[in-house]
């Protein structure tokens, strides 16, 4: 436990100095705006990290998420539509239980076949985008056709300010839906038996299986919790962004398990926090949102994002070395 | 260590493996067959010469990513930079084409030269990072392709090179006796990496390394090294893919194949590659290449949309998943 804390701090002393150094080129970095923008653009990937944490936890590795993040928010907004209903409860609702069944798809495979996650969940992911864009339909859901209600919930702020310039800008609802489910998630995996039974398993599946954690049950929890936040994450995508694109998400991917990695999990499973993870997606967002401010041009993002998850995962992988020994 | 038994062992678990590669590919031979008379019946179009020679020119570049795959899960890793690697070395021809000038024979072959050691190197660095740093090879490659992807958009500025010289087209378009080119470069990768797994030293150590890490080391195998090689050939082949691809279209650019790498995973596992690695045969990954894409071809056909092929791609490979797991799970018990 200490460890995983020492762990968090040099996160959060990496993020620090970032934002130092940052701030240091351009100082409009610290405006207020800027921040709440970098906050509201944490709330998605962040609940998709914070799937796809719970799947490293386990040893496994999850890339079906994007795929059933479409599902959840393209079915449900599209059912609205042609049923003329508008609401936000529900809605949510259903988007999140669209993603828990697609994720016991992912368990049963994964438990039942003994097949590798990767391989199990890229065929998952394929066949959910070929239904999803196959049966449904291809056309995005625009802002005029958007239900109403949707879109209210996904503007309103929970503190809203003005500008020198008269302009007035907030801080996104969405945030406090984000970081509860971090706490919670937090909770559980630190507080309860099943979360301490997924650590188990991630360490060392034979281990957990010895000493009596029932690992099906634990690779349930797994990957229907991370279907069902990723079928969130879906949703409120869309009421963000005031419209659902079935071909949303496209490589995300690499994003969110590079967050989630920068946050110091380990991809051998049983290594990682939430609070890391929180941290992780954080420094993303905010160096490639800060790329331009920092005067670098936009197209070398993906040089950006895919060094940084090499750094991070040589370093996490130097680290598991020396902490082995 | 029981020394009296050792010796008895071996032989009987070589005829299992023999035996396992055979049922494997018999098997992958007889749905083969089932595919391709089923879409002959449905479709009346899907026997003509056309359609073979069209396949013949698009299925290689594939079938070289299916191989380049199969070697990375020969060692227990996975090689997720493939296509990126592919447009890279596509786009590095393209770009010494716009510097250098399309005139001459002696341009294209610079231009493959090219190809091939932006792709090595690009396959190098892969197994540096996952060699020497001890990065799990999926986010290594999976980084890595982001990072060779950016490079391939920083270069181009976005938009797809063109104006390829015509011999170089020729790569991807030309027939060699009525055969296309393209599937005479595969047949020839085909062989040369059977001959390298099965009958050099270097091929058996990857074999050994990937059927029990451990033991490979303690046996004294440069472990490591073999490594950093294995994914030297990945990058190489995916830059032979990328040279196919490009040669074929007239044009390279940082996003093109996005789905042939789901593809490609799914063609070297149906082909009986183990994932976990130290198994995995080139005739398997062969046959299953001619099996998705007669599968392909006869639905496209039918005029399927291209998204429920995606999704026929994945519901294959799950149910691969699943048979092999039946096998296994048969021979085990």
């Known amino acids: 436990m200490r460890l995983a804390a020492s762990s968090d701090m040099v996160i959060a002393a990496i993020l620090i100095v970032a934002m130092v150094v940052i701030g240091l080129i351009n100082p409009a970095f610290w405006s207020l705006d800027n921040l709440f923008s970098l906050l509201k653009s944490n709330v998605v990937i962040g609940i998709m990290a914070l799937a796809v944490l719970l799947v490293m936890l386990s040893g496994g590795i999850d890339v079906s998420f994007t795929a059933f993040a479409v599902a959840g928010m393209y079915l449900t907004v599209r059912t609205m539509v042609d049923i003329g209903y508008d609401g936000v409860v529900l809605p949510l609702l259903a988007a999140t239980g669209i993603g828990a069944a697609l994720g016991l798809v992912n368990a049963l495979i994964v438990h039942k ?6 391989i199990v969940t890229l065929g998952t992911g ?14 995005i859901v625009n802002i005029n056709k958007m239900p109403r209600e949707l879109i209210a919930f996904g503007r309103s702020d929970i503190l809203t300010m003005t500008n020198a310039g008269g302009t007035t800008f907030g801080l996104t609802a969405m945030l406090p839906i984000y970081l509860g489910l971090a706490l919670v998630l937090h909770l559980v995996l630190t507080r309860t038996l099943i979360g301490r039974s997924v650590y188990a398993y991630g360490a060392s599946p034979e281990a957990a299986k010895r000493v009596g954690f029932p690992i099906g ?12 936040l990723a079928g969130l994450a879906g949703i409120l995508q869309s009421a963000m962004i005031w419209q659902a ?24 499973g049983g290594r990682g926090t939430v609070l890391g993870t929180v941290l992780g997606v954080f420094i993303l967002v905010m160096i490639k949102n800060s790329l331009i401010l920092m005067g670098i041009e936009t197209t070398w993002q993906r040089v950006v994002v895919g060094g940084m998850l090499i750094a991070a995962t040589a370093l996490t992988a130097l680290r598991d070395r020396k902490a082995l020994v | 260590m029981t020394t009296e038994t050792t010796p008895a062992k071996p032989a009987p678990q070589k005829t299992e493996t023999k035996r396992n590669w055979f049922d494997t590919n018999l098997q992958l031979a007889v749905v083969c067959v089932l595919i391709f008379v089923v879409m002959a019946l449905l479709n009346p179009r899907f026997l003509t010469p056309y359609n073979f020679q069209s396949m013949g020119f698009f299925a290689p570049e594939l079938g070289i990513l299916a191989i380049a795959m199969m070697i990375a899960m020969l060692t227990g890793g996975i090689d997720l930079s493939v296509v990126a690697i592919a447009n890279l070395a596509g786009i590095a021809a393209g770009l010494w084409f716009q510097k250098a000038g399309t005139g001459g024979i002696g341009m294209v072959v610079g231009g493959v030269a090219i190809a091939l050691i932006a792709g090595t190197l690009a396959g190098l660095f892969n197994g540096l990072v996952i060699a020497k740093l001890r990065v799990t090879p999926i986010l290594a490659t999976l980084g890595s392709g982001q990072v060779f992807t950016g490079l391939a958009v920083v270069l181009t500025g976005g938009p797809a090179i063109v104006g390829f010289p015509q011999a170089w087209n020729a790569i991807g378009n030309a027939k060699l006796a009525g055969v296309p080119v393209p599937l005479v470069i595969f047949a020839v990768i085909c062989v040369a990496t059977w001959a390298l797994l099965a009958r050099t030293p270097f091929g058996l150590n990857l074999m050994l390394i990937g059927t029990n890490p451990k033991a490979a080391v303690f046996a004294g ?67 299953a290449l001619i099996s998705l894409v007669l599968l392909s071809s006869g639905f496209q056909m039918m005029r399927v949309s291209l998204h429920m092929i995606d999704f026929i791609w994945g519901a294959f490979l799950i149910l691969v998943i699943a048979l092999n797991a039946w096998r296994n799970r048969k021979s085990e018990g």
């Open chain 1, 217 to 228: 049950r634990t690779l349930v929890f797994v990957y229907v919790t991370a279907g069902a």
């Open chain 1, 113 to 118: 076949l003994r097949m590798i996650p990767l």
């Open chain 1, 126 to 139: 394929a066949v959910v985008r070929g239904l999803v864009l196959g049966l449904v339909g291809t056309s």
């Open chain 1, 245 to 268: 694109n079935p071909r949303d998400f496209l490589g995300w991917e690499l994003d969110v398990i590079a967050a989630v990695v920068l946050g110091g999990a380990s991809i051998f």
């Open chain 2, 221 to 287: 195998l440069r472990r490591s090294r073999m490594i950093l090689y294995s994914y030297a050939f990945t990058g190489f082949l995916a830059a032979i893919a990328g040279i196919l691809l490009s040669a074929r279209t007239n044009a390279a650019k940082s996003d093109y194949g996005a789905s042939y790498l789901l593809q490609a995973v799914l063609i070297a596992v149906l082909g009986g590659t183990n994932p976990a690695g130290g198994k995995g045969s080139v005739l398997g990954v062969a046959l």
